[in-house]
């Protein structure tokens, strides 16, 4: 990578160009959404596996729920509250040349977090332990075997909140740097680890229950190797880490600051998420109501991962630089700029998904333990899920920018409002829609909660102005709708029309799901990119140009 240039009023920042010449690239969001694809893929075949090998069941159930327990701490101090509001002043501190307070920062808040949630996780280990024996005789059979099970779950994987949080800030510290490789393989190589312990340990472990567990003790070990890999480009870029529990120095104070409001948010919503997978175990009669959602919410994950979470994790860092220089004009550009290339390629995301989200779910899961009606289970609820990919992409970058301004305030205002929202709607739709009412009152949610940050972006940033984007914006939905029509007349039409002519190549095997999930998929993408480009929509052009080698480079 060429050296930065220098700059009149400001040092050059480390590991890239100057944000204002470039701003956040394509190139750069393409090779984290390339690494992400990796990961996503391998996750994907996790999640077969898993469906193959458990279906919809009391035993995934129990797995999913206690996975949910890390996760939530992951999000929340992790990709989260903390890293939200570590990036931007980890980046002031590094565009004011104050480079012994910035290793005094990372280490000050990589120890804290490393103290603080390991002494949860111990506390947690102790009372998964424990509440078994106090619940003991208070629960039926049935149900005490459930608890049994994730109680004995929890404690394993406890270990892997600590791990994946301090991977979290390390990968923060490296995005600040402009290097995003490494970070985005972090999770290929959990991948890694769960799909090896499935092909592995059936071979050693009899039953389902000692199969989950031996899955949960494979994605502690991924968590060590995830961390282990970001060591490497650390060293190689010099970045020396003070390690201290330093909590009063400056710069912890002003994360504390920044960090305060959005944790109080976060925790909202990260307990009404859990909220959700309680309501579907006790409100939904039966088993398999949290594993449904669970393999819905994988499949979203998908095109979440590769289109928002991908631009937003590149144009983090070039946001808080714009704010750290006081440059509005060029923060609303880049935020324009940013919102329109995820909004290019979420929305076709979100009518694809949502009208293929059956035949999806059947060619992906369907199989062994895996049945038809399990497959419509889990297609309902993605399709209601999906129907919101375009919001859930677009809070990807708006909340960003609002945490580059140093305002965490706000997001967790209005998350905290929107909450109540899903919870009301969570509890009304689920008595008629069963588990499905959960993932559409989370999609309202989204969609709620973007609608109100982008009008409050727009008082917080007065230079910031939508009317560029409604232009592409019709066009990218003209050209979605014909590709959603394009993908219902071929599921609706060709899909029977073919297996009558060829049996063969019916939807009962594997080959005519293939079929029926995959030929729409390509025939609709080369529908909406035809016709995006018959609109000139000018985001579409530029996805084209990054794809083909634009932008800036980013090792």
């Known amino acids: 990578?060429?050296?930065?240039?220098?700059?009149?009023?400001?040092?050059?920042?480390?590991?890239?160009?100057?944000?204002?010449?470039?701003?956040?690239?394509?190139?750069?969001?393409?090779?984290?959404?390339?690494?992400?694809?990796?990961?996503?893929?391998?996750?994907?075949?996790?999640?077969?596996?898993?469906?193959?090998?458990?279906?919809?069941?009391?035993?995934?159930?129990?797995?999913?729920?206690?996975?949910?327990?890390?996760?939530?701490?992951?999000?929340?101090?992790?990709?989260?509250?903390?890293?939200?509001?570590?990036?931007?002043?980890?980046?002031?501190?590094?565009?004011?040349?104050?480079?012994?307070?910035?290793?005094?920062?990372?280490?000050?808040?990589?120890?804290?977090?490393?103290?603080?949630?390991?002494?949860?996780?111990?506390f947690g280990i102790a009372a998964s332990v424990l509440l078994p024996g106090v619940l003991a005789g208070r629960l039926d059979p049935e149900n005490a075997r459930w608890f049994d099970l994730f109680f004995s779950l929890l404690a394993i994987l406890l270990p892997f909140l600590p791990l994946i949080c301090v991977v979290a800030i390390l990968t923060a510290i490296l995005n600040v740097h402009k290097h995003f490789t490494m970070p985005a393989l972090a999770a290929a190589v959990l991948n890694v680890v769960w799909v090896a312990a499935f092909l592995v340990l059936p071979h050693y472990l009899h039953g389902d229950e000692a199969l989950v567990r031996g899955l949960c003790w494979a994605i502690v070990l991924g968590g060590v190797l995830e961390l282990l890999i970001q060591i490497p480009p650390l060293v190689s870029r010099r970045v020396r880490i003070e390690w201290n529990l330093d909590w009063r120095q400056p710069g912890m104070r002003q994360v504390g600051r920044l960090m305060g409001p959005t944790v109080f948010g976060l925790a909202v919503v990260q307990f009404n998420l859990l909220l959700d997978s309680v309501i579907a175990q006790a409100c939904v009669p039966g088993d398999g109501a949290v594993s449904a959602l669970y393999y819905a919410n994988r499949l979203l994950q998908?095109?979440?991962?590769?289109?928002?979470?991908?631009?937003?994790?590149?144009?983090?860092?070039?946001?808080?630089?714009?704010?750290?220089?006081?440059?509005?004009?060029?923060?609303?550009?880049?935020?324009?700029?940013?919102?329109?290339?995820?909004?290019?390629?979420?929305?076709?995301?979100?009518?694809?998904?949502?009208?293929?989200?059956?035949?999806?779910?059947?060619?992906?899961?369907?199989?062994?333990?895996?049945?038809?009606?399990?497959?419509?289970?889990?297609?309902?609820?993605?399709?209601?899920?999906?129907?919101?990919?375009?919001?859930?992409?677009?809070?990807?970058?708006?909340?960003?920018?609002?945490?580059?301004?140093?305002?965490?305030?706000?997001?967790?205002?209005?998350?905290?409002?929107?909450?109540?929202?899903?919870?009301?709607?969570?509890?009304?739709?689920?008595?008629?829609?069963?588990?499905?009412?959960?993932?559409?009152?989370?999609?309202?949610?989204?969609?709620?909660?973007?609608?109100?940050?982008?009008?409050?972006?727009?008082?917080?940033?007065?230079?910031?102005?939508?009317?560029?984007?409604?232009?592409?914006?019709?066009?990218?939905?003209?050209?979605?709708?014909?590709?959603?029509?394009?993908?219902?007349?071929?599921?609706?039409?060709?899909?029977?029309?073919?297996?009558?002519?060829?049996?063969?190549?019916?939807p009962d095997g594997v080959t005519g799901r293939a079929l029926a999930a995959l030929a729409p998929i390509a025939l609709g993408a080369a529908v909406y990119f035809l016709c995006g480009a018959m609109l000139g929509v000018r985001e579409l052009q530029e996805f084209w140009r990054g794809v083909r080698g634009g932008g800036t480079k980013e090792e």
């Open 1 to 122: 990578m060429p050296d930065p240039p220098s700059s009149s009023h400001a040092p050059p920042r480390p590991g890239g160009s100057d944000p204002s010449a470039h701003g956040p690239s394509v190139r750069a969001a393409g090779l984290v959404a390339g690494c992400t694809l990796l990961s996503r893929v391998l996750g994907l075949v996790r999640e077969i596996l898993a469906a193959r090998i458990f279906g919809l069941g009391w035993i995934w159930d129990a797995f999913a729920m206690a996975f949910q327990i890390p996760n939530l701490f992951r999000r929340l101090f992790g990709e989260g509250a903390l890293s939200a509001a570590f990036v931007p002043v980890f980046a002031e501190h590094l565009q004011t040349g104050r480079e012994a307070e910035s290793r005094r920062l990372m280490g000050g808040v990589l120890g804290v977090l490393a103290a603080g949630l390991g002494a949860v996780a111990a």
């Open 302 to 506: 998908f095109p979440l991962a590769l289109i928002g979470t991908a631009m937003g994790t590149v144009a983090f860092p070039f946001f808080a630089d714009h704010a750290a220089r006081k440059d509005e004009p060029g923060l609303a550009r880049e935020v324009t700029r940013s919102l329109g290339l995820v909004l290019a390629i979420g929305l076709p995301a979100t009518v694809g998904l949502a009208v293929l989200a059956e035949p999806i779910c059947a060619l992906l899961f369907q199989g062994d333990r895996f049945t038809p009606a399990d497959s419509t289970r889990a297609g309902t609820a993605l399709l209601y899920y999906a129907s919101g990919v375009w919001a859930f992409c677009g809070l990807q970058i708006v909340t960003r920018a609002f945490y580059a301004l140093q305002d965490t305030a706000t997001p967790m205002r209005v998350g905290m409002w929107t909450v109540g929202l899903n919870l009301a709607l969570n509890l009304t739709l689920v008595a008629w829609m069963r588990e499905a009412g959960i993932a559409l009152g989370t999609t309202i949610t989204a969609a709620v909660n973007l609608f109100l940050l982008v009008r409050l972006l727009r008082r917080r940033m007065p230079s910031w102005r939508l009317g560029p984007m409604r232009v592409g914006l019709a066009g990218m939905v003209a050209a979605s709708w014909a590709m959603g029509a394009t993908c219902w007349f071929y599921m609706s039409v060709v899909t029977p029309a073919v297996a009558r002519q060829w049996p063969a190549l019916s």
